[in-house]
C-alpha cells in the first residue's frame, strides 16, 4: 500500500515540475546553467547617463553668438563683436543701474552659473558639459525678457523687429541641432520670465522646459506646471540684513504696505503664431486679464486707514528706495494680482522679511515642492479681500506670536531668493536648476514614449 502512495506522489510532483516549466514559471537553467554575465540573476539597468539625486546636473550650453544675450548689454560700447561668450572672465557684471530691467534677469544668472569653472568644495546644483554626449540638459542662453525690454516694447514700434528676427534666427538655429532634433526640445531650458519674452514664436518652443515668472500669458498648451519651471524675479530692494530687533512686530508700525501702480491696463494679450514659414501671423485672441482690477478696488477700501499706506508709484530708482523703506517698517506687505498673477513685489517683502499678504487666485510659486509657503504668508481669495473691512479685520487679529513665527521663518528662507555669482549654495541660482532637475524624469518619459508610438499619444487626446 505505501509502495503505490508513493509512487502516486512521485508522480504527482514529476507532473507539477513539468507544468512549472512549461508555463515558465521554474527556470531550471538559473539554477544549473548561470548566464556569463548574471543576467539572470540582477534586475535590468536603466540605461540614460542621468547622475545620482546628490550629482550636479549635467547641462551642455550652445554657443550662441553674442547678439542673443550679452550683445544687448555692450550695445552703448558700439562693438561689433558677435562671438559668442564662452569663458567667466567674457562676461560683464549686471549693471547696477538697470533699474527694473533687473527683476527680469534670471536669464542672465543662469548663464553666469554655468560658465564659472567653479571651486574646490563648492557645492553646485549644475554643471556644464562641453561634450553634449554626455549632456542630461541643454540650455539655451538667449536673453529673451532683455530683447523684450531692449528692441521696442511696443508692438508697432519698428525696433521690435530686431526682437522678432533674433528668435526667428534661434528657431533656426535650433532645429539645425541634433539634440534639438533628438528630444523634440523637450530637453532643452529656455529663461523667459518677462510675461511677453519670447512673444512671437513661443508656439514652436512649448515642449521644452520654460523657466517663467507665472503662467498669466501662457495658454495651457504652451506652458504648464508639469514640465516648466517658476521663477522668482531677482528683487528690486535691498536685501535686509541686520534685521535682528528684539522686538520686530512693535517696531513696525504700519501694518499694511503697497506701493506700485494702482491703475492696470485692461490687458488685451494678442499672442502672435507664426507659421512655420515665418511669413505669416495669426492672431489667437485676444485674452483679457481682468485681475488688474483688484488693485483699484483695494486702493478704495484700504483708504483711511493711518496705519495702512497703500500709495501709487512708478518703478523709478527714488521709488524702490522708498519701497525699501517702507517694507522694513510694516508687518504685512501686500501683494495683489496685477497685469498678471505675480510681480517683482512678493519677493522684494520676502527679503524685507514682511509678511506676505497674497491677494491672486492664480498665482503659481517658486519651488513649492520644497517650501510651504503658508508658514510665513498669508492669502486671501480676491473675492474675500475685495470685501470692506475683511482684509483688515483678519490682519488686526493676527496674533503676535504667530507673526514672529513667520518672520523668523521668512529670515531662514529668504537665501532661497538671492541671485549670487558666484552661485551660493541653495541660492535661487542653485535652486532654479535643482527645480530643472525635478523635471527630467518626466522629459525622459516623454521623448522615450515618442520614440516608440506609432500613433497619436492617445493621453493627449484626453485632456
Given at each position: 500500500m505505501y509502495g503505490k502512495a508513493i509512487i502516486s506522489l512521485a508522480f504527482i510532483t514529476l507532473l507539477l515540475i513539468t507544468f512549472s516549466l512549461l508555463i515558465g514559471t521554474v527556470d531550471i537553467r538559473s539554477y544549473f546553467f548561470p548566464s556569463p554575465d548574471g543576467a539572470h540573476n540582477f534586475p535590468c539597468?536603466?540605461?540614460?547617463?542621468?547622475?545620482?539625486?546628490?550629482?550636479?546636473?549635467?547641462?551642455?550650453?550652445?554657443?550662441?553668438?553674442?547678439?542673443?544675450?550679452?550683445?544687448?548689454?555692450?550695445?552703448?560700447?558700439?562693438?561689433?563683436?558677435?562671438?559668442?561668450?564662452?569663458?567667466a572672465e567674457e562676461l560683464p557684471r549686471w549693471p547696477v543701474n538697470a533699474g527694473v530691467r533687473r527683476q527680469h534677469s534670471v536669464e542672465y544668472w543662469l548663464m553666469a552659473s554655468l560658465l564659472r569653472s567653479g571651486g574646490e568644495g563648492e557645492e553646485r546644483e549644475a554643471v556644464r558639459v562641453l561634450d553634449p554626449e554626455n549632456a542630461e540638459a541643454f540650455f539655451v542662453p538667449f536673453f529673451s525678457s532683455l530683447s523684450f525690454n531692449t528692441h521696442g516694447r511696443n508692438m508697432t514700434d519698428p525696433e521690435t523687429e530686431?526682437?522678432?528676427?533674433?528668435?526667428?534666427?534661434?528657431?533656426?538655429?535650433?532645429?539645425?541641432?541634433?539634440?534639438?532634433?533628438?528630444?523634440?526640445?523637450?530637453?532643452?531650458?529656455?529663461?523667459?520670465?518677462?510675461?511677453?519674452?519670447?512673444?512671437?514664436?513661443?508656439?514652436?518652443?512649448?515642449?521644452?522646459?520654460?523657466?517663467?515668472?507665472?503662467?498669466?500669458?501662457?495658454?495651457?498648451?504652451?506652458?504648464?506646471?508639469?514640465?516648466?519651471?517658476?521663477?522668482?524675479?531677482?528683487h528690486n530692494v535691498d536685501s535686509f540684513k541686520d534685521d535682528d530687533l528684539l522686538d520686530p512686530f512693535e517696531s513696525r508700525k504700519t501694518l499694511l504696505f503697497f506701493r506700485g501702480n494702482t491703475v492696470r491696463k485692461d490687458v488685451c494679450v494678442l499672442l502672435l503664431v507664426i507659421s512655420i514659414s515665418f511669413k505669416m501671423v495669426v492672431f489667437n485672441g485676444p485674452i483679457v486679464l481682468q485681475k488688474g482690477k483688484v488693485r483699484a478696488k483695494l486702493e478704495k477700501i484700504l483708504a483711511g486707514y493711518d496705519d495702512i499706506r497703500y500709495e501709487r508709484s512708478s518703478p523709478t530708482a527714488e521709488a524702490i528706495q522708498a519701497s525699501t523703506q517702507g517694507m522694513r517698517s510694516s508687518k504685512?506687505?501686500?501683494?495683489?494680482?496685477?497685469?498678471?498673477?505675480?510681480?517683482?513685489?512678493?519677493?522684494?517683502?520676502?527679503?524685507?522679511h514682511c509678511v506676505p499678504v497674497i491677494v491672486s487666485d492664480l498665482i503659481e510659486l517658486p519651488y513649492e515642492d520644497e517650501i510651504d509657503y503658508s508658514q510665513f504668508s498669508i492669502f486671501f481669495s480676491i473675492n474675500e479681500a475685495i470685501q470692506p473691512d475683511y482684509l483688515v479685520n483678519q490682519l488686526r487679529q493676527f496674533p503676535k506670536d504667530r507673526w514672529i513665527k513667520m518672520w523668523r521663518q521668512l529670515k531662514k528662507i529668504s537665501h532661497h531668493f538671492e541671485f549670487h555669482y558666484p552661485p551660493m549654495k541653495e541660492d535661487a541660482v542653485n535652486m532654479l536648476w535643482r527645480q530643472v532637475k525635478h523635471k527630467l524624469p518626466g522629459v525622459q518619459l516623454e521623448v522615450h514614449r515618442n520614440h516608440r508610438l506609432k500613433v497619436p499619444d492617445w493621453w493627449q487626446q484626453r485632456r
Open positions: 539597468k536603466p540605461t540614460g547617463t542621468q547622475s545620482s539625486p546628490s550629482a550636479p546636473l549635467k547641462v551642455y550650453m550652445y554657443d550662441l553668438p553674442r547678439r542673443f544675450n550679452i550683445g544687448m548689454m555692450e550695445r552703448k560700447k558700439g562693438g561689433g563683436d558677435d562671438t559668442p561668450v564662452t569663458t530686431k526682437d522678432r528676427q533674433l528668435q526667428v534666427d534661434l528657431i533656426s538655429f535650433l532645429r539645425k541641432s541634433k539634440y534639438w532634433q533628438r528630444s523634440g526640445g523637450r530637453d532643452h531650458v529656455i529663461p523667459m520670465t518677462h510675461p511677453n519674452a519670447f512673444r512671437f514664436l513661443r508656439q514652436l518652443v512649448n515642449a521644452s522646459i520654460l523657466i517663467v515668472a507665472d503662467f498669466g500669458r501662457y495658454p495651457k498648451s504652451l506652458s504648464t506646471l508639469s514640465k516648466d519651471v517658476v521663477s522668482p524675479y531677482v504685512f506687505c501686500l501683494h495683489p494680482a496685477g497685469d498678471t498673477p505675480s510681480s517683482c513685489r512678493l519677493f522684494d517683502a520676502i527679503v524685507s
